[in-house]
């Protein structure tokens, strides 16, 4: 004997209506899950991306001449103990070189500053890899900076690269 499902009802509603709104639901916990699983793979994917580019920018700077060569220059002017003040308050052409080497220095924090607060670089890698010397640089080429900033009427040159100093200096003191 077969059930008359227009006369048998549940709750008032016919059987059809049930396995009807059963099925509905039944697909949407499903196309939940499904949107909640795409979200973590993205996320971790986008982790990923993140973390190869800060990697591949470090090993860029690596290989670039130019930068090496403003490196050895600036890692002289730091051991010679010359007044970046000095420096920074000049006018660009009268120590030629030296701000050249700086301003390579500088560029290259302020690059990657600029792209971890905008989330395009992973900060842990990279503060993992040069913490220390971002500190001690910015430390040392604070004054260069603001004298530049000064000569230049610029106040926000070089702002990223002393944001992420200052915060990586912040979370040393909390």
Excluded: C, P
């Excluded at 549940?10 to 059809?16: K, Q, R, V």
């Excluded at 039944?26 to 190869?52: E, P, V, Y």
């Excluded at 220390?132 to 009427?153: F, G, M, N």
């Amino acid at each position: 004997m077969l059930l008359d499902t227009e006369t048998f009802r549940f709750l008032g509603e016919t059987i059809g209506y049930w396995l009807q709104t059963i099925a509905i639901v039944a697909s949407a916990i499903f196309a939940g899950s499904q949107i909640r699983a795409l979200r973590k793979q993205h996320t971790s994917n986008d982790i990923q991306w993140k973390q190869r580019a800060t990697v591949d920018a470090v090993i860029a700077d690596k290989r670039d001449a130019t930068l090496i060569n403003s490196r050895l220059m600036y890692a002289k002017l730091k051991e010679n103990n010359t007044d970046f003040n000095t420096i920074g308050a000049q006018s660009l052409l009268a120590n030629e070189k030296e701000n050249q080497a700086i301003l390579d220095v500088l560029n290259n924090y302020e690059f990657m500053a600029a792209g971890i607060k905008e989330g395009a670089f992973d900060e842990e890698i990279y503060k993992r890899m040069k913490r220390s010397l971002i500190i001690k640089d910015w430390e040392k080429l604070e004054l260069y900076v603001r004298a530049l900033r000064k000569r230049e009427q610029r106040d926000r040159l070089f702002s990223e690269f002393q944001w992420l100093a200052e915060k990586w200096m912040a979370e040393d003191d909390a």
